[in-house]
């Protein structure tokens, strides 16, 4: 890791700690370990998008790593309240709270939807927005079908988009039954 990285992941780190918290009404915990364990991950994932080159900072998104998507897996439950905090930081920078809902949708389930929701419903990149969407989805079709209807008429153009695609498994799936 070079010096730019190092710094960054300090600085991510710090803004962490002091804008991480829970939104009201946010009932999970969660103990230290898994919280380090998760902050380690972020960190990490992170850091392979930041770069130097020939003195230009470069941003590149690198997906997270199939071991970083098994270790939050094993987690579980006890990784959901730590990924949360990012969703919730004062200062937004779209990669961190795209990651963290890349790592809700894989653990899934019901304790998901919370965070997934405010991913969605907060002002988000319009890449997380549609991840977080695709997440809601992912739980439960029923659950996200306001979501869904909401984001027809979305003013981003890619929320619209995966909106519309899964509008139409909705279709399909009473084609099924």
Request: proline share 4%; with cysteine; aromatic share 10%.
């Amino acid at each position: 890791m070079n010096y730019a990285q190092r710094k960054f992941c300090s600085a991510f780190v710090l803004s962490c700690i002091i804008g991480g918290y829970i939104s009201p009404g946010f009932c999970q915990t969660s103990d230290p370990e898994s919280s380090a364990v998760i902050e380690r991950i972020m960190a990490n994932a992170l850091s392979r998008c930041y770069s130097t080159e020939n003195g230009v900072k470069k941003i590149t998104f690198e997906p997270a790593t199939s071991q970083e998507f098994t270790e939050v897996k094993a987690l579980g439950q006890k990784a959901v309240a730590p990924l949360a905090r990012y969703l919730n930081l004062e200062t937004k920078n779209g990669l961190t709270q795209l990651f963290a809902v890349k790592f809700l949708m894989a653990i899934g389930g019901s304790s998901t939807l919370g965070p997934l929701k405010r991913a969605f419903g907060q002002d988000q990149w319009e890449v997380t927005r549609a991840a977080a969407l695709s997440g809601i989805f992912g739980v439960s079709p029923a659950e996200a079908k306001p979501y869904v209807d909401a984001a027809l008429g979305d003013e981003s153009k890619l929320v619209r988009q995966r909106a519309q695609d899964l509008h139409s498994l909705y279709g399909k799936q009473v084609g099924q039954k």
